[in-house]
């Protein structure tokens, strides 16, 4: 199996910042694209950001110049950096990751738990 484990949310004020981690662990041969997604009550889920294995990146429009997506191949991580937040931004981020489990394998979609981002006065 996959895991995907989601660090860095939290409370934060209007203007701050925030970096998200996620991690995927298990029997991993290859990852493709990994990715954030968000999630507000009420809305569905929408892509925030995602990145390609060799680093090609694509941003939801509200985000363009303030988010910026990163990944670490040698640790299986991908990250978020959000500055400028604002109340809109609140949510809970999703981490995605499509994983080969093995060579020539198929492509599975695995999702982490979600951690919450608030942003408020």
Request: net charge positive; aromatic share 12%.
């Given at each position: 199996q996959v895991q995907l484990?989601?660090?860095?949310?939290?409370?934060?004020?209007?203007?701050?910042?925030?970096?998200?981690?996620?991690?995927?662990?298990?029997?991993?041969?290859s990852i493709n694209d990994m990715g954030w997604y968000r999630q507000a009550p009420g809305n569905k889920r929408e892509l925030v950001a995602a990145v390609t294995s060799v680093g090609s990146t694509n941003y939801a429009d509200s985000v363009k110049g303030r988010f910026t997506i990163s990944r670490?191949?040698?640790?299986?991580?991908?990250?978020?950096?959000?500055?400028s937040l604002k109340p809109?931004?609140?949510?809970?981020?999703?981490?995605?990751?499509?994983?080969?489990?093995?060579?020539?394998?198929?492509?599975?979609?695995?999702?982490?738990?979600g951690t919450q981002v608030a942003v408020s006065s």
């Open positions: 484990v989601e660090s860095g949310g939290g409370l934060v004020q209007p203007g701050g910042s925030l970096r998200l981690s996620c991690a995927a662990s298990g029997t991993i041969f670490d191949n040698a640790k299986n991580t991908v990250y978020l950096q959000m500055n809109d931004d609140t949510a809970v981020y999703y981490c995605n990751a499509r994983v080969q489990r093995r060579y020539r394998g198929s492509e599975y979609s695995y999702w982490g738990q």
